[in-house]
């Protein structure tokens, strides 16, 4: 399968700073990834929608002045949560659609957001 | 927009057992069904997927059913092992590239062995 790099894996920070996380799509190129939370024991909860080039859909309840997504090239999105508080507190994990319009969905490792 | 409801939430087997993991949604237009295995504290993984102009699909272990009808896909994992005790995501997603995943809410699988 295709694969989808994230990066950092881990990230511990203090209130009030921000924190950038990378998804790579590694072996293909997308137009579209998403970003997605993750509480323990839960579900995958959609954030956003990244498209290249253009401005992220953010899904109802996700601020968008908070959690700043950029899509800059076909192989790069970044989440950047500003001004992180402890309840960002998560793992935030991207994906990636592989293969056109048979639509695999293919996810990054992950990342484990801890604010202090 | 689409919903997907899984059940169970938690499902204990004895090793070698069979387990099943159902999924419906309410979006008709759906087209593609992956399932996802998720061991703790790591991504999920594809583990198979069926589309709607099939009605079941398998490989080797794993096997996957849709009734389009119903509006509802399962997972069927036979001879279970302790190694498939992990977290279980349907999902279901109208295709191609841009349409968003809807997802389950997860089935915890628990191999006794």
């Known amino acids: 399968g295709a694969v989808v790099s994230q990066h950092p894996s881990w990230v511990i920070c203090k209130s009030g700073t921000s924190v950038k996380i990378e998804c790579r799509s590694l072996d293909f190129q997308a137009t579209t990834m998403f970003w997605y939370r993750q509480f323990p024991k839960q579900s995958l909860m959609l954030m956003a929608t990244?498209?290249?080039?253009?401005?992220?859909?953010?899904e109802q309840g996700v601020e968008k002045d908070k959690f700043l997504i950029n899509h800059a090239s076909l192989t790069l999105s970044t989440l950047t949560v500003t001004s992180a508080h402890p309840e960002d507190s998560s793992f935030y994990i991207c994906?990636?659609?592989?293969?056109?319009?048979?639509?695999?969905?293919?996810f990054g490792e992950g990342s484990r957001l801890t604010v202090l | 927009g689409e919903n997907v409801e899984q059940h169970p939430s938690t499902l204990s087997v004895q090793e070698g057992d069979s387990a099943v993991i159902k999924c419906t949604y309410s979006d008709s237009a759906s087209n593609y069904f992956p399932w996802y295995k998720q061991e703790l504290g790591k991504r999920p993984q594809l583990i198979i997927d069926?589309?709607?102009?099939?009605g079941e699909k398998k490989d080797q272990r794993i096997a996957v059913t849709l009734n389009k009808t119903a509006k509802h896909f399962s997972l069927h994992i036979t001879e279970t092992q302790p190694e498939d005790s992990a977290v279980y995501f349907c999902?279901?997603?109208?295709?191609?590239?841009?349409?968003?995943?809807?997802f389950g809410t997860g089935t915890s699988l628990t191999v006794i062995p």
């Open positions: 994906s990636a659609i592989y293969r056109g319009n048979t639509g695999e969905l293919f």
């Open positions: 999902a279901a997603s109208r295709g191609g590239t841009g349409n968003q995943f809807y």
């Open positions: 069926i589309r709607s102009n099939v």
């Open positions: 990244s498209n290249e080039g253009s401005k992220a859909t953010y």
